[in-house]
């Protein structure tokens, strides 16, 4: 019988050893090889906040701010709070107080500091809400349970001196209900005008980790890695339940803000233009169209604005940028600089364009070429003036010939996208499927190839500039604390100064003489070229209307170009659907921007 009892023992021993001998491996696992989970839990339980436990929002650096050229406010970071509401939290009224309000009546105290703080909000779904202490929750076989609800969000929005304000007098009042968690906030102080530029952010952040902004669209999606904030981290002791101490902190890797940029675009010029965008896309049967404005002497992007006529998205900035259209014959001053340059044409050639209609003929191929009205013989500034398509087409086919004019295309780099870092950005095409002839012909008068407007406006400034081309620019500088870091720029010559600056004079006559004489009447002298091409399929009766501006001529400061797109009616024609547009914007930023009329009076 004793050695029963001594066996039972034995093995009671044995199997209490062995349950403590597991206990302490894994107690030494956890403690010296824990694993990733176990890891994450102990960063994320010492992590200390100055708003509440647990949270560490404080920790990011808050993104960088956008504004523009003269630092108002584009976009911009700022931090609020949540108003969050638990229905079963302790209530632990002051010593010497008898009376112990219920849940009912510390939403009612609650509300009331609402309204005494200006926060408007509605009183009874408050209450309402506040007292769902319980919810319903259907289980797989069908029955439901009730379930505690912890966690409702009652308002958000609240400011940091109010959310102060609400915190000391519910302690003193020993009212645990109610918390105010940080939540970061982006804000688009100028609205729809600018946002298609700007863009827009979106939350990231995996389980257990601290949500943050990324950029989704435009600015913010661009220049995403520098505007973000890079995280820091501060470390406390803590208590079995959570609670900091407030002794033996320190930063194991402090927080950085992100950088603040500043952009070349003017909210003043930007205002302007999208308002006489507006009107003329209401004015005139179109689908869409843009303005875009330069700063001719840097390539500095002043605005840049676009809408569509119809549709739930009526403003669309960014498709000056975005979108590849034919130009029609705001391209013309552009082959001819190059044409004169090459030594093919010089500007005492004519050309005979037979009254309005000629047949152009390269071996066996044949193109008939016609122009908007009847002309006959032409000097090469008539041609820019009037708008000469048959003449253009000559330059091309009897002056260039097929191989000269790709170079040209090419040595006017309209296929190299601007280093502007703006995501989407459209790329230029020349279509290739035609034959030679074809080939040659189209795009001498902006058919046959296809770019945005900023490319065609970025080449075009070069009769601004006395033939230097200067890369577009939209982001001036980054700043951070006591650093500014601005942007390169880069000038290269594209055509030869005596070239350009005679191409300006003769740009000038296009108002006086040609199809812009909706700028003749002005305080200054404009050069500027029209265009008016036919809307793919051709032959569907639509066409894109545009002009390109540059003022004044003595001493340039704007180059604009506006487009409007599908145009179809009476009215098609460049000057006429899109030159009031460019009135509009160069008699109201001319003056703002200080610059003097340069145009004797008649």
């Known amino acids: 019988m004793q050695a029963i009892k001594t066996q039972q023992v034995i093995r009671i021993s044995l199997l209490l050893f062995g349950m403590y001998a597991l206990l302490s491996a894994r107690i030494f696992h956890v403690q010296f090889s824990p694993d990733e989970d176990v890891v994450k839990m102990q960063a994320t339980k010492e992590t200390r906040s100055f708003w509440l436990e647990g949270k560490d929002f404080y920790e990011i650096g808050p993104r960088g701010a956008i504004l523009d050229r003269n630092s108002r406010l584009l976009a911009g970071s700022f931090v609020t709070f949540e108003l969050i509401c638990d229905p079963h939290a302790d209530y632990r009224p002051p010593p010497r ?49 009730a379930r505690k609800n912890r966690g409702l969000e009652l308002l958000d929005g609240i400011l940091s001196h109010q959310r102060a304000y609400m915190s000391r007098v519910l302690v003193s009042r020993g009212i645990q209900n109610f918390s105010f968690p940080p939540e970061s906030r982006r804000d688009y102080p100028q609205g729809e005008l600018i946002e298609d530029i700007v863009g827009k952010v979106g939350w990231i952040g995996a389980e257990n980790e601290t949500p943050r902004f990324q950029g989704k669209s435009g600015l913010e999606l661009a220049f995403d890695e520098i505007l973000t904030g890079k995280t820091g981290r501060f470390v406390c002791e803590k208590d079995g339940r959570g609670r900091e101490f407030d002794v033996d902190g320190y930063w194991r890797s402090r927080p950085e803000d992100g950088w603040n940029l500043r952009t070349s675009l003017d909210l003043r010029i930007q205002s302007i233009a999208d308002r006489a965008l507006r009107e003329a896309i209401e004015k005139f049967p179109c689908k869409s169209g843009c303005a875009l404005v330069l700063d001719s002497q840097s390539g500095e992007i002043l605005a840049v604005v676009g809408r569509n006529k119809d549709g739930k998205k009526p403003r669309q900035g960014a498709i000056a940028l975005t979108e590849a259209r034919e130009p029609g014959s705001t391209i013309k001053p552009l082959i001819v600089a190059k044409a004169l340059e090459g030594g093919f044409v010089s500007w005492a050639d004519r050309f005979d364009t037979n009254g309005g209609f000629k047949v152009l003929q390269r071996g066996r191929l044949k193109r008939g070429v016609h122009d908007s009205s009847p002309h006959q013989v032409l000097d090469l500034a008539e041609v820019v003036i009037v708008s000469s398509n048959i003449g253009m087409a000559m330059i091309g086919v009897e002056k260039m010939g097929f191989e000269a004019l790709v170079r040209a295309l090419s040595e006017l780099r309209f296929t190299e996208l601007p280093d502007l870092h703006f995501p989407a950005m459209a790329r230029t095409n020349i279509d290739d499927t035609d034959n030679r002839l074809n080939r040659t012909v189209s795009p001498t008068f902006g058919h046959g190839i296809s770019m945005s407007p900023l490319a065609l406006l970025t080449a075009m400034n070069v009769f601004a500039t006395s033939g230097m081309r200067h890369d577009p620019l939209l982001l001036l500088d980054a700043e951070r604390e006591d650093e500014i870091v601005a942007s390169e720029r880069r000038s290269s010559r594209l055509i030869p100064a005596e070239i350009a600056d005679r191409m300006l004079l003769t740009m000038e006559r296009v108002v006086e003489e040609g199809t812009g004489k909706v700028l003749r009447d002005m305080p200054w002298r404009v050069a500027a070229k029209t265009g008016t091409a036919q809307a793919i399929p051709y032959g569907n009766g639509k066409y894109h209307s545009s002009m390109i501006a540059i003022a004044p001529v003595s001493q340039p400061r704007l180059t604009i170009y506006v487009g409007l797109y599908d145009v179809h009616g009476g009215t098609i024609y460049g000057g006429s659907v899109a030159g009031p547009v460019i009135k509009t914007i160069l008699e109201e930023s001319l003056p703002m921007l200080g610059v003097a009329p340069d145009k004797e009076k008649r």
């Open 97 to 145: 107080q008898k009376v112990h309000y219920a849940l009912f009546e510390r939403l009612e105290f609650l509300s009331a500091m609402l309204f005494d703080l200006g926060i408007e909000h509605d009183r009874d779904a408050l209450l309402e809400k506040g007292t769902q202490e319980y919810r319903w929750v259907e289980q797989d076989d069908g029955t439901t349970i």
